[in-house]
């Protein structure tokens, strides 16, 4: 039988995950401990997860002053709902990087990997961060003739890169295959009890986190930035969007497609659990680990990813479940949760100064699949660019860049996608059922007195209406029943069933609107 927590209505993208006992932050106050209104810092960081924390960490210890506003509690969105997963190789492959970028951008991305493998070695071992951290091998496997040959190229462009990676004769997931290889030097890691330890350092050094504080809007005069939240206006000298993509319209949101992915966390009848991390090469692909929870081992099983708003979770959650039972004895479902990440259209991530904005406004988005590793390397690149160091992966992952080669299909097609949804959502009138109709726990899109609503039913039979627009760019957004939320469809923008904003770029909630059910004479 099914464990409850797998049953239970999501009301956010970490409700069910098996890291969340991990308590992160200072909180629910909107204020933090050591803030003083008025006060000019040396650095602003919006978000709270495994970006932002780490450079604010870096920061602090240069002898900066530096407060991060956290738009709900420290490691809420995609770090505290990753599989985590810590690779040397990515999403964007490294014979995809030497074709777009060139063979010596495909050394630098494996250098930089090594380097992010190694910070997070360094602060688990200097702060005795307790945190579940452990080097894995991981196992990249083809099932057929095509994929031999790509995962070939694989191999032989990972080893001109610097990673160590061999073929293997034996799979480490029991799933049939054509051929294998083997990359060593992986690891995985329990990211909450991770953030936890980077975040106690951050504190002890005086550094500010600010939970509950979400950004509303931000100016820039003489130097100085002014980002308003609804209870306070924060002064600094640096501004970093360390929200997984920045939020309002600008060109981040038209170089990034957002997608959701999908996770279990099984237990198994007969203690098969794999020592070790493995992929598939499917398109949608499959990822699978063990990780061990008060003495219970659980098989972590991902995949399943989708444009978010574009499919229906429950129907991922069910084909992810339908694949692990091929090759699995699975006794029962502990966990299951979503999380959400963004493909770049050029394959690597955008981090740096924001194109456009302000000087020392800067920006970490673009992660991919890969959000542990490049989230760690975004805040050394970030923190050298605010000291006014020299950074060697800078200039790679600069987010003013533009590769016609390597990124203009990808940008046709997603910017298409988006400019569908713009004329699609505003313009179609197809009718939906009544409001009446609702089930509890349901959420529709109608149309009512000439107005579109998304409107959603509680288990107590209170219907909320809102209007569907989007706060960010106008699009329609669409419900997930499997997290009760809904979600946009175009640059990935979440609300709670109320309306309230859950992941960016929007800032702004929907719109609430009332409706009359008693015509009145």
Known sequence: MENSKQNAALRDSTSTIPWQEASVGAGNQPIGVGHQAGKLYDCLVIGAGITGITTALLLQ??????????A????????????????????????EVESDFGEQAAKLLA????????????????????????????????????????LQKILEAAQRAGIA??????????????????????????????LNGLLAEFLKLGGVLLENTRIRESSFEDGVFAAKSDA??????????ATHIPPGINLMSLRNAPYRSYVLGLKLKDGNYPDGLAYDMQEPYHYFRTHVIDGQSYLIVGGEDHKTGHDGPEAAFQRLKDYAGRYYAVESVVYQWSAQYYVPVDGLPYVGQLPGAAEGTYVATGFNGNGMMFGT???KIISDLVLDKENEYASLFRPSRMKPVAGFSEFVKENADVAWHFIVDRFSSSHLQALTDLKPGEGKLVDFEGKKLAIYKDDAGKVTALNPTCTHAGCTVQFNAAEQSWDCPCHGGRFDVSGKVLTGPPTIDLETVIISYDKQP
């Open 72 to 95: 709900r509690q420290a490691g809420f969105g995609t770090t505290g709902g990753t599989s985590a997963h810590l690779n040397t190789f990515f999403d964007a492959t490294y014979p």
């Open 61 to 70: 210890r240069a002898g900066l002053s530096c407060v991060i506003a956290e």
């Open 111 to 150: 250098a930089g990997g090594k380097q992010a493998m190694g910070m997070i070695e360094g602060f688990v071992k200097e702060l005795n961060i307790d945190c579940d951290f452990e080097f894995k091998s991981a196992w990249l496997y083809a099932e057929n003739e095509k994929e031999s040959k790509q």
């Open 377 to 379: 390397l975004s805040a």
């Open 165 to 194: 990676v061999e073929s293997a004769e034996e799979n480490l997931v029991p799933v049939p295959f054509d051929s294998v290889i083997r990359f060593k030097g992986q690891g995985q890691f329990h990211p909450l009890k991770y």
């Open 232 to 241: 306070d206006m924060i002064l600094t000298r640096k501004m970093v969007y």
